[in-house]
Each structure stands twice: as C-alpha cells, then as structure tokens.
C-alpha cells in the first residue's frame, strides 16, 4: 500500500482512504506481538461469534458426543486423537505420516458419509428446479505438511489402497478432476502470480470452484493460453494419456476435495464447502477461526417467510478445536535433572560368556513356488467400536454465555458409518485385502513369483482370514474390517504369519545379512552408561544388567542360576533388532534376551507381563529363526514367548536334552 501510495503522488494524489474488512483482525502466533491482541487501527469488530448468531454466516457443527464416554469426543481434535492412538501403540515422538494414515482416515470416511447425503440433496434439489447450478459440496481437509498431505492425495485421488477404503466420488479420472492438492509453495507461488503452468491452473481453479460459467462468460486469456498448451500436448502426443479440456467449462466447477496446507487458512472463499477436517495441530483458536471460516459463506440468503429469517446453513467440522473460551498455550516445563549414570560394559575376563549373533537385513527365497499362511500364528483380529466411533453427533455453535444462535440451532446431526456400510461388499474388502498383500510381500521379498499366480494365494488367504479370524463386536460389521486402523492391523497379522514354501510345504527362505564384519554382532562391543538401577550378573559377558520390568529382572535371575543355560545377556544396546510389519507399517522389535543353552540350542526368548501385540512380534521372531537356520551358518535358533519366569523356566527344564530349532511358544 506504501508503494502504491508513493506512486501516486503520496499526499497530494495518494490514496485517499484504504478500509481494511478484515475477517481476523488480529495478531498470530510468531508475529512478536500478543497473540489474539487486536490490531491497533481497528474502529469496529463484528466478530465470527457475532456473525454467528446473526446467522450472516453458516453455523459449524462440530462433535460434542461419540459414545465413548469421554469427555472430549474424539473427532473434535483429531490430530490429538491420532497422537494419543499413536502413544498407546508405543510409538515415541512425533507421530508421522504412518500413524496418521492409520488413524486419520476414519474420521474422513465417517465425515464422507455425511458429504455423499449433502450431494444426494444438492442433485435432488437441482433436478426440481431448487437450485440454479448443479455444482457439489466441498471437502476440505487441512494438513499439517506436504508429506501428509501427499499420502492422502494418493489415498484419496489416486486410489491407494494400502491405507483401506477410501472415498470413491473423491477418485481422480482421466480428465474428471474430483480432488486437488495445493501444498503451502504452491500457495505461495499462486498468491505470487504462479511460474508454472500448472501454479497458474491450479489457481484458477481455485477460484472457480462451485461456478458453472466464467465472470462475464468470458474465459481469461492467461487460462485459454494454458489449455491451448495442454490440448496440443494431448494430440500431438497419444501416449500422455491427457484428454482435450474444454476451456469454456471452469476447472474448479466439478471439484469436490480439496486437501491443503496452510494456504486456505485465508484469503480464499467458496460458497460450496460444507465439511472439514483438520489433521494439524492448532496452537490458538485465531487458527481455528480462520480454517473454520472457509466453510461459513453462505450459498444462499433466502429469508424463512414464517420468521423472517435467514435459514439456516450448516458447515460440519472434525478436527478443528473451535471454542468459544480461547484455551491458553502454556510453556515448556524445565526438564528435571538427569539421575546419575551407571556404566554397563562387556568384561574381557568373562570371555567365555560371550554371544555372537547375525545381524538379518532382509530375506530372499531359494525358488520359492507357493506362500503359507501359518495360521495358528494369525490370532484373532476384533473389530471394536471403542477404536473408531460409529457414530458422531454434531451440534451447532453457541454463544458465549449458552444462548442459543438467534434463528435456533437446527436439530443435533449424526454422522454415522451405516450408509458407508450398504455399499461395501465383504467380497470387495478381501480383494483390497490381497493386492496390498501382493504390495508389501513385493516389497519384503520381490517378485520372484509372479503376480498372475501370487494373486490367487493371496486373495484365498484374505478370504481365509475374514471368515475366520475377524470378529466384529457391539455394533461393528465385517465390513468395517476395510477401514484403518482395522484394515492395517489385519495386513500386519497376516504378512508376520506368511513364509515361503516349496512344493512339498518346507520353507526355503534364507536370511540376508549384513555385509562384511557388520554382518554379525556381539555382547564384547556393548559399553553404554545409564541411570537404571543395575543388577549383579554371573553367567553373562557384561559387567551389569538393567531391567525395565520386575518380570525381566526375575527372568534374569533364573537365566543366571538354571543348569541348562551356558551364557545369556539382556538385549539393551545390543543390536539384535528384528524387522516386521505392525499395521501395514515397518517396525522393528527388540526382544528381552538371548540364551545359549549347554547342549547347543540357542534361544531368543520375550517376558511379557501381557500379550498387547505379542502375537504380531512372535510370528516375526520364528521367521527370523527359520531363516538364519536355514543358512546354516550361526546355529541353531527358537524363540519362545514366556508369560513370567516360571512359563520360562518350563522351557528351560523341557529343552534340557533336546538340541535344535523348537518355534512354539510357552501358553
């Protein structure tokens, strides 16, 4: 504004006056001043709260109740949600794409079922002569970064099935544009006039979303210029696979998602969005304020004749903490002081307790000819409404001192999954089941066998698999096995459980391990210091041992007095980590101990105080075994998942006089 006032001649001929009608006219987190402050050269304020009640604006609708009894429901700031989901799952540190996949996508599917009904309605009305133009509701989901909003692009646009059912009306086609992404460069990009062709595109399209015509019916020259190039590139070029586009037609009129990041917290406005879901963290309610309002224009100010009224228009929201008491954003505590650290390192005159071990990189067959699904290592997958809300109630804002908005709420929605449920087949799930088995087995193992004939196996074993090992509860269906996070536990349960075989049923698969000295590990490098108690040990080449439960400790204290055992050491700072897949997710397990015994066997041995994902991690521990046995090389190794010492101290008494590879686990 300086310089346009400069331009012009300053005092003389400058700008005379300026109004800025701002719709947040206040000072953000990182901007030096108080967060919320207003600014100083405001003269007047008719907040969103006031528009609100007024009923200038749509009213958002947001979770008050989820049948979970909490107090908070679920959906009303997901990406709390998925952090909590995430912590629960023992993940440590900040959640990435991976956990919101598995978590984040349930609240789109669920908010979904609720958009596909305001479609149904909008074409209803538009097919009566309700309403003028035939455009669709908007969805926008507001992403904390590009990675997660890549993720969901291809889940949602481009049909990637590894995340679980999806959105079919949000599904990109050849020349059929439902969904777009707009990434916060790009948005910066287009607020700067665009570089590209395709900054430049998406930023028509952003301004034509729900119109039917261009401005004056007169399509700009800069996009006519655009899809020129596009058109020639389409016939010149047969193999591009891109399809003619009709200039006249608006590039936004048919878009129905928009997936974002950061750019549509303002600055853009669109009479058609009527849901949103947050998957970002919010750290003032100015941020929520400014995402919400994308979804309040009204696309209609018809007056009720009864009331004299606008009537009412609703936007429902997940994820966006709107409320009316603006929550405080409090400090980081100090960090206590760090307790005193103990040294734990290998003793070179306890030598003879020394334990070597390979270190398993991945896995290879040795022409392989069909897959086996050992089933009695799958376990049972229950599908719970306590994981993800069935359904959820949404309420109209109030005002600050509970009044009800001036025209009256409008009645509680409930956003449930049943209508979702009617168009999924069991028969569809199993399918989605076994192409993403056939992904991530290709992705463990390769293609040495080919798809043509991986495809069968894998859809019998889903087949298998859901008639036999899923079991919904309460008000779950079979059908809700297709959504995350129950569609990446059961990926996870049934590539942990699958080996490969050779025409008579025997596995074949070998280990690869690391190359050269790094291929193999051993308890004479450990030298680390900590602040856990440490325990005196005898039988083992340390110097220490920390436990992290009192059940560990009483395993520990078996190991170093039973008769059978030579050496053992507790696998801290040890380096045996051993890969597998927990909810279609690479994960790596770190199990309590390893024992070799006086008669030759050499065990991996788990305490566990409760089963939790036990099963997952124990089916992963026995391919390793197989594997590194059938190489040949470093022994001859089982694994047994002990529930207390004295389930430990039976396989010890049991494997006395037995030397080789023994895979079941203690029950």
Not at 345 to 369: L, M, N, R, T, W
Not at 378 to 385: C, I, M, R, T
Not at 465 to 483: G, N, W, Y
Not at 594 to 616: F, P, S, T, Y
Request: charged share 25%; net charge negative; glycine share 8%.
């Amino acid at each position: 504004m300086d310089r346009v006032n400069k331009v012009l001649g300053g005092r003389g001929n400058g700008i005379r006056l300026c109004v800025d009608l701002s719709a947040t006219p206040f000072y953000i987190q990182g901007s030096g001043n108080e967060v919320g402050k207003p600014f100083p050269w405001v003269v007047s304020d008719f907040s969103l709260l006031e528009a609100i009640e007024a009923g200038l604006v749509k009213v958002p609708q947001l979770p008050t109740e989820d049948g979970s009894g909490e107090e908070v429901p679920r959906y009303f700031n997901v990406w709390r949600w998925v952090q909590k989901q995430a912590q629960n799952d023992g993940h440590i540190g900040p959640v990435t794409v991976p956990e919101v996949m598995r978590y984040a996508t349930a609240p789109i599917v669920t908010l979904a079922a609720s958009w596909r009904e305001t479609l149904a309605m909008w074409q209803d009305h538009f097919r009566r002569g309700n309403r003028r133009d035939d455009v669709p509701p908007v969805f926008i989901i507001v992403c904390k970064d590009t990675t997660i909003a890549k993720a969901l692009y291809a889940w949602l646009a481009e049909g990637d099935a590894q995340h679980g059912a999806s959105v079919p009306e949000f599904r990109n086609a050849s020349g059929r544009e439902m969904t777009i992404r707009i990434d916060s460069k790009v948005g910066e990009d287009i607020a700067a006039g665009g570089s590209s062709d395709e900054t430049r595109r998406l930023r028509f399209v952003l301004e034509t979303i729900g119109r039917t015509e261009w401005p004056g019916r007169k399509v700009p020259e800069e996009y006519a210029a655009i899809v020129e190039r596009h058109n020639r590139k389409a016939i010149e070029d047969e193999d591009s696979g891109l399809v003619v586009i009709n200039p006249d037609v608006p590039p936004g009129r048919d878009v129905r998602c928009i997936i974002s990041v950061s750019m549509l917290t303002e600055g853009w406005d669109a009479t058609t969005v009527t849901h949103v879901v947050g998957l970002r963290p919010f750290g003032s309610q100015l941020l929520c304020e400014q995402v919400i309002g994308r979804s309040l224009r009204r696309t209609s100010y018809a007056v009720d004749p009864d009331s004299g009224l606008f009537t009412e228009e609703t936007a429902q929201i997940f994820g966006v903490p709107f409320e009316l008491i603006p929550f405080k954003v409090e400090g980081g505590k100090p960090q206590p002081p760090s307790p005193p650290a103990n040294h734990v390192y290998a003793v070179p005159e306890k030598a003879e307790y020394e334990i070597e071990f390979p270190v398993v990189e991945s896995y290879q067959d040795a022409g392989i000819v069909q897959v086996k699904v050992n089933w009695d290592r799958v376990g049972e997958l229950v599908l719970d409404s306590g994981d993800v809300p069935d359904d959820v109630l949404l309420r109209g804002l109030t005002t600050s001192d509970g009044r009800l908005v001036a025209y009256g709420p409008g009645a509680p929605v409930r956003v449930s999954l049943e209508a979702w449920r009617r168009g999924v087949r069991v028969q569809q799930v199993a399918f989605d089941l076994a192409k993403v088995l056939i992904r991530k087995w290709q992705e463990d193992r390769g293609d040495a066998i080919p798809v043509h004939r991986l495809f069968p196996q894998m859809l019998d074993a889903a087949s298998r698999f859901i008639s036999e090992h899923v079991t919904p509860i309460k008000s779950r269906t079979t059908q809700d096995l297709a959504i995350n996070p129950y569609f990446g536990k059961a990926i996870a349960m049934m590539v942990n459980a699958m080996e490969i075989v050779d025409g008579g049923g025997a596995s074949r698969e070998k280990a690869v391990f690391a190359p050269g000295a790094a291929g193999v590990r051993s308890t004479r490098v450990v030298n680390f210091h900590t602040g856990k108690e440490l325990h005196d040990v005898q039988r083992c080449h340390l110097n220490a041992a920390v436990f992290d439960m009192d059940w560990e400790r009483q395993a520990g204290e078996l190991l170093d007095s039973h008769s059978t055992v030579a050496a053992w050491v507790k696998n801290d700072r040890l380096g045996l980590v051993i890969p597998y897949r927990k909810e279609g997710t690479p994960r790596k397990y770190l199990p309590d101990f390893l024992v070799d015994l006086k008669n030759g066997a050499r065990l991996i041995v788990e305490i566990k105080g409760q089963a939790g994902d036990a099963a997952i991690k124990k089916a992963a521990a026995e391919r390793w075994c197989r594997a590194v046995n059938n190489d040949g090389r470093h022994g001859n190794w089982a694994y047994h998942l002990c529930f207390g010492a004295a389930e430990l101290k039976h396989v010890l008494d049991t494997t006395e006089s037995v030397a080789g590879p023994l895979f079941a686990a203690s029950t």
